[in-house]
């Protein structure tokens, strides 16, 4: 029996938020279904705060409320002709995470896991940190073992290509004795990959990225290129993103903001 409180994820927020579709955006009028994603990370770094005795209704009506008038529509009588919706979704968000949730079902344990693993990748990130590098951390994992873990490492190897993806792939393949993964690997990260870490992760015939915090400025998973799962190639790589987005995202910029002080 599962005892552990529901681990507030931000996939599943958004998943949540956009189901509801409160202003019909995706329903009505065609927009993509991560239309809300702004409204869902708000409303998960408030109630990632909370304890779970917190997270009622009311507390996350209150708080839908505000997003609303913010990014929505500051208006009494509007809101009010949302309030239903938004009460529904409040609901359903405290039916997952508030005191009186279920255990977490069987589609969850994906979720979990994936949150472990990224969990290890900080672990690294902030080991580079410690060594003057840049916060970046990785690690791979087959059936369930991680087989090899990769720090950032350029400037302690005066190295242009050794990034923590980089660095955990040479590892992985040094120890299987071949330099394409097997099947069923899963590359963990605490960044998007830049386009060199994108193009290893093809030729490595990873199976599936997962990757916390987008890289607006070097992004190669869909942020500035778009290098994995190209029509024309034939290796496609599942890929996930966002859980601990926030928590591997704030890594980088403490460390940028810490060296310009
Ligand atoms: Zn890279």
Redesign the pocket.
């Known amino acids: 029996m599962n005892t552990r409180p529901p681990t507030i994820d931000l996939d599943s927020i958004r998943k949540l938020v956009s189901e509801a579709d409160v202003e019909g955006l995706i329903e009505i009028h065609g927009a993509p279904d991560n239309e809300y994603d702004k409204e869902a990370e708000t409303l998960h770094a408030t109630i990632a705060q909370l304890q779970t005795s917190e997270i009622t209704v009311s507390k996350l009506l209150q708080t839908l409320e505000a997003i609303w008038r913010r990014n929505f529509i500051d208006d009494d009588k509007e809101l009010a002709l949302r309030r239903p919706a938004l009460q529904n979704l409040a609901e359903q968000i405290a039916n997952v995470f508030g005191p009186d949730a279920k255990p977490r079902a069987q589609e969850n344990s994906q979720l979990m896991t994936d949150l472990d693993y990224l969990h290890a990748c900080i672990a690294e990130a902030r080991a580079a940190e410690r060594d003057g590098e840049v916060p970046i951390g990785a690690i791979i994992v087959h059936n369930g073992d991680i087989i090899a873990r990769g720090q950032n490492r350029v400037l302690r190897d005066h190295d242009p290509t050794a ?4 660095v955990a792939l040479r590892h992985a393949a040094r120890a299987l004795a071949n330099y394409r993964l097997p099947e069923g690997c899963t590359l963990y990260v605490t960044l998007e ?6 193009g ?1 992760i093809l030729h490595a015939r990873v199976s599936r990225l997962v990757y916390a915090a987008v890289d607006p400025k ?1 992004g ?1 998973c869909g942020s500035v290129l778009s290098v994995l799962n190209h029509p024309q190639l034939n290796h496609q790589v599942e890929v996930s993103s966002g859980l601990l987005a926030e928590e591997c995202g704030s890594l980088l910029t403490a460390f940028f903001r810490a060296r310009r002080t």
């Open positions: 990034h923590a993806e980089i990959p830049c386009a060199m870490c994108a290893a070097a190669a």
